[in-house]
């Protein structure tokens, strides 16, 4: 779904019966709490495609973030999760929590205890996710990115430590 509004962005053509069943998956993912980790990275990333979209997902948006402020205090914040509701935060304009959210994520904070290749998780794909969120969402903070973390992301690259969804990120 992401990748499809990506490409109307762009300007293809979409079908739009297409994107509608799409959105309406997201939408489910979304409104479904999990008590997984994985499952509410999952759900914000449902938030930020539907608010990408042009829904407004404020309501989506502080049940992710309760449910992973309550269940996952200590990890959450340098998560992808974090990365995705700092996006979807500042599309819906609500500039503070954006900026609180985006400040403390850093390149190369997933650890090897974190990896979870069943979920997708792994350093590369979430550093390169985190790359895309600066670049599309906050300039400011990617103008102040050196080449270190870039380097670092070609590591795994380097050493074919990737899957399909790290290497299209």
């Known amino acids: 779904t992401h990748y499809l509004i990506e490409a109307k962005d762009r300007g293809v053509a979409v079908p739009p019966d297409v994107l509608k069943s799409a959105l309406g998956y997201v939408t ?20 930020y495609v539907l ?25 959450w914040k340098k998560d992808l999760a974090a990365v995705y509701l700092a996006g979807a935060y500042k599309l819906l ?33 979430r550093d390169a996710q985190l790359l895309h969120m600066l670049a ?3 300039p400011d903070r990617l103008a102040k990115v050196d080449g270190d973390p870039l380097l670092a992301m070609v590591g795994p690259i380097t050493q074919s430590r990737y899957n399909t969804l790290s290497s299209a990120y």
């Open 51 to 75: 608010t990408r979209s042009g829904v407004v997902t404020s309501q989506y948006l502080s049940s992710v973030q309760k449910t992973l402020e309550n269940s996952y205090k200590t990890t």
């Open 28 to 47: 489910q993912l979304a409104s479904r709490e999990t008590d997984a980790l994985a499952g509410e990275r999952l759900r914000a990333y449902a938030v």
């Open 93 to 125: 304009k609500q500039e503070r929590k954006a900026q609180a959210l985006i400040a403390d994520l850093k390149f190369g904070e997933v650890t090897d205890a974190e990896v979870d290749y069943e979920n997708y998780y792994d350093p590369l794909t």
């Open 136 to 138: 599309r969402h906050f």
